[in-house]
């Protein structure tokens, strides 16, 4: 277990504007600011704070609060103009050191439980899931009793290149994005802009933020079971 000695602040808002159902992630000083669109013109929030200033924050009155991160967002969705109740998550990387036991699979965030800035957590439990689907099929067809140590270590082995580079991305990212030396701010930006024009880059960070870097199960690949 890694604590980055961060905060999630969540909350259902809504924006003034309409979201035209668009995502918006904001690198701060203070963390990333994530909105990812709701239905009914909602969005929710995801929004990172250092432990120690975040009592600060959950204190806030709404309007108060709406203000406060409004400064912090900037105005692409005009002005938030409603809040649902806040709550507050501490926020780490979490694995478990082997996802098989005695006819035991663990998947999800049992797993691995990571930081939201890259929304991967969901992802990746359902590339679990995939996984063991495939596992159960392919075990099923040879006549073999489920769980038996052969398909475990199948599951377990099918999983680990996926698991450990979406870890380490997000890691990464978590540590890229929150460090304010002014040489690093530079670099951010730069690798921000040259992600918004360079398509192949653009590609391969697409790429493997929807998982399509390693194995693709016949879930994943949208066929049936066999
Ligand atoms: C703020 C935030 C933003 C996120 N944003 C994204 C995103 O944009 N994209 C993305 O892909 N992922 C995102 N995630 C991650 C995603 O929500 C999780 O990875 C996903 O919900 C994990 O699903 P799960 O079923 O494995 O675990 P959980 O959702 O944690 O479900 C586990 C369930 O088991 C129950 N439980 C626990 N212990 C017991 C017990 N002993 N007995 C019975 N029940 C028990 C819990 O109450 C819970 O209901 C985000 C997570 C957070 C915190």
Known sequence: MKPYGQIAVVANLTPEKPHNNQAFERFTEHGPIALLPLSENRCALVWTHPTEGVDAVMALDDEAFLKTLNEAFGYRLGRFVKTGR???????????????????????????TLHPVAGQGLNIGLRDISEL?????????????????????????????????IMTYTDSLV???????????????????ALDRIKPLQRLVTKQSMGFRHRHTRLSRGLAIK
């Open 86 to 112: 806040r709550a507050a998550f501490p926020l780490s990387l979490t694995a478990a050191d082997t996802v098989t036991g005695h006819r035991t699979v663990v998947i999800g965030n049992a797993a691995q």
């Open 133 to 165: 689907v495939e596992q159960i099929s392919i075990t099923l067809n040879a006549g073999g009793a489920l769980g038996n140590p052969a398909m475990l270590t199948a599951y377990s082995e099918a999983r680990q290149k996926d698991r450990q580079s």
């Open 175 to 193: 540590r890229i994005f929150s460090n304010d030396h002014w040489l690093l701010g530079h670099m951010r930006a730069g690798g921000l802009m």
